[in-house]
């Protein structure tokens, strides 16, 4: 069966450090109390990690605490910890949108429907139930009688508000396992294992019950939850009283821990407290709002950061890491008696990247190495090309092939198989191709490539003024079509439906498809782009991932570097040696 937009469920990976029996987070996707799939659109991320506003993410805005001086770090959880902010956004959407729908019946006005992005982080994310309802109600004019405790989902009411959205969550929590985001893992079992404490806190009275289903409690030396808030009385976000309180149950003074938030609310919280460093997480757009509210650090997801002894908490950087040709005793020993399944990007990561996109071309050595590879693993090509393209150029037949980020996979002997999501947007994106390339018909410098499953707008060799309405027609092209997105990588501009779907959503799945996923087996991944930071992301505690270094810094979840293509060649020539080595020769 091809996969859709939800991966298949992986089963608890007990390889994964620090804690047996966490589920890592594969999918963007969440369904509501009664198992009705909303896709959520993809959030842009910007050229080189930086925001709309130009800043750019993983950067330090402030000196006010020394890294080296944090002894505990305070994370919030829904967003930060576990993949649930989602969930609580639709579950407060079909809340709201039940009671504006009646209300716009009732009036003869129009419907206007909870937006479960931008209208979740502004009034509702990281606040109190009853707080969030109030401010959204009262963004759309909106005043409702405050009731009590006691009503029912079915009270007009702000507690029957409140309490309508929490049923449709907890039925959710009944039907189905929490999943932690790996990369926020794999931090609280570096800082564990650094002797720095952590906690965790949220607004939500159910954060208990999620973090039980998501297996990542013993993780935490302390949990402060909303019930517990509300026994003693606290106000909420943004007001510092529950973070203050975490930190007095650690032992450790606000100006010495850290505080990790996905939402403003949080963030002002820690600005308040006088906490050390406020760290912002913007899976989204929220970058600019994140920097607006104080976060002296903003990064897309924990993989990006890192605990070192003698700097403390700080975001891992192409800059900064180390280089895999320098560790090859150390790599070595991780994949001793293991069996490594490779993952490999193309455009700056097996050939060198270059002006024309068509001359692309891979080496002969190059493909000698893949080919030897191959023959002792199992190797997948991960590409933004179009699969069959990427196939043709690599020439390698015991490959697998990801093309268009994984929305079309195909092996040997034939083995093949799509996302269907991705195809019923198959339309869309003819008619988006055909208006670009009539917008920018006479505009030099550019060129129109069309995937099966995505558009790539290259403008390397357009002049700076061009680039500007290079991306403007292409903004005005994913405006007109509501299920495609904008994505971002070298010099180019994507156009790509608007699926919870990517190079590590797509990794996982292959991984689980042919029964890869499993202790014994380590993934590793090398990849340049911006596009590869997913995969980084989703395989963060559990692989090796490697980085290829270009022109531009930025933030990184990859844990070593590389050069260029020269030094990918004799990393591969490594796993080739290491495969050979290990227990079980076999692909699949």
């Not at 959030?43 to 506003?53: I, Q």
């Not at 997948?380 to 929305?407: C, I, K, N, P």
């Not at 980084?536 to 810094?553: M, N, P, S, T």
Request: proline residues 5%; aromatic residues 6%; charged residues 30%.
């Amino acid at each position: 069966m091809p996969p859709d937009a939800r991966a298949p469920r992986r089963s608890p990976a007990s390889h994964v450090a620090p804690a047996p029996g966490v589920e890592l987070a594969p999918t963007g996707r969440a369904e509501d109390a009664l198992g009705q799939d909303h896709s959520f659109r993809r959030p842009t991320r910007v050229d080189a990690g930086r925001c709309a506003s130009g800043r750019q993410h993983g950067i330090v805005r402030t000196e006010s605490c020394s890294h080296a001086m944090i002894e505990a770090v305070l994370f919030d959880v829904d967003g930060v910890i576990t993949e649930t902010a989602r969930v609580h956004a639709v579950a407060w959407k079909r809340a709201f949108d039940e009671l504006l729908e009646r209300r716009a019946r009732r009036s003869g006005e129009p419907f206007r429907p909870f937006d479960a992005g931008s209208d979740y982080r502004h009034f509702v994310d990281g606040r109190p139930r009853e707080d969030g309802v109030r401010r959204f109600l009262e963004s759309r004019g909106v005043t409702l009688p405050t009731g009590s405790e006691r009503d029912g989902p079915d009270a007009e009411t702000v507690h029957g508000l409140a309490t309508r959205k929490n049923r449709y969550f907890l039925d959710w929590l009944d039907h189905h396992r929490v999943q932690a985001f790996a990369g926020s893992v794999r931090l609280v079992g570096e800082l564990r294992r650094a002797g720095v404490r952590t906690a965790v806190f949220s607004a939500s009275r159910n954060a208990g019950a999620v973090l039980r289903s998501a297996g990542v409690t013993d993780l935490f030396d302390e949990v402060f939850a909303g019930d517990e808030a509300a026994r003693l009385d606290l106000p909420g976000k943004p007001d510092p009283a529950t973070l203050e309180e975490a930190a007095r149950r650690l032992g450790v003074p606000p100006a010495r821990a850290a505080v990790v938030e996905d939402a403003t609310a949080g963030i002002e919280a820690a600005v308040r407290g006088g906490f050390g460093l406020a760290v912002g997480i913007d899976r989204g757009n929220a970058a600019d709002a994140l920097w607006a509210a104080g976060a002296h650090v903003v990064v897309h997801d924990l993989a990006e950061m890192t605990w070192r002894p003698s700097d403390g908490l700080v975001v891992r950087r192409l800059s900064t890491l180390p280089r895999a040709v320098d560790r090859g005793d150390e790599l070595r020993e991780r994949l001793a008696g293991k069996v490594p399944a490779v993952f490999l990007d193309y455009d700056g990561t097996l050939t060198p990247i270059v002006e024309d996109f068509t001359r692309a071309f891979l080496s002969d050595g190059m493909r000698a190495a893949v080919r030897a590879l191959a023959a002792r693993c199992t190797v997948a090509v991960v590409s933004g090309r179009d699969v069959q393209a990427v196939r043709r150029l690599v020439a390698v037949e015991s490959a697998y092939y990801m093309g268009s980020h994984g929305f079309d996979i195909q092996g040997p002997e034939g083995w093949n198989e799509s996302l269907q999501k991705g195809v019923e947007i198959l339309p869309q994106l003819d008619d988006a191709e055909r208006r670009l390339r009539q917008m920018l018909a006479g505009v030099a410098g550019h060129a129109v490539e069309r995937q099966r499953f995505s558009i790539a707008v290259h403008y390397r060799q357009a002049s700076r003024a061009d680039v500007a309405r290079i991306e403007s027609a292409v903004e005005r092209v994913v405006d007109a079509h509501p299920d495609l997105w904008k994505g971002h990588g070298k010099k180019v501009f994507r156009v790509q439906p608007a699926i919870a779907w990517d190079k590590g959503r797509a990794v996982l799945w292959l991984l689980e498809r042919l029964d890869l996923d499993r202790p014994g087996v380590v993934p590793v991944y090398l990849g340049d782009d911006i596009t590869d930071e997913d995969a980084f992301q989703a395989l963060a505690g559990r692989g090796i991932c490697l980085v290829v270094r270009g022109e531009e810094d930025r933030p990184t979840a990859a844990d070593f570097a590389l050069a260029d293509p020269g030094e990918v060649r004799r990393f591969l020539q490594l796993l080739t040696e290491a495969a050979g080595d290990g227990p079980d020769r076999t692909r699949a």
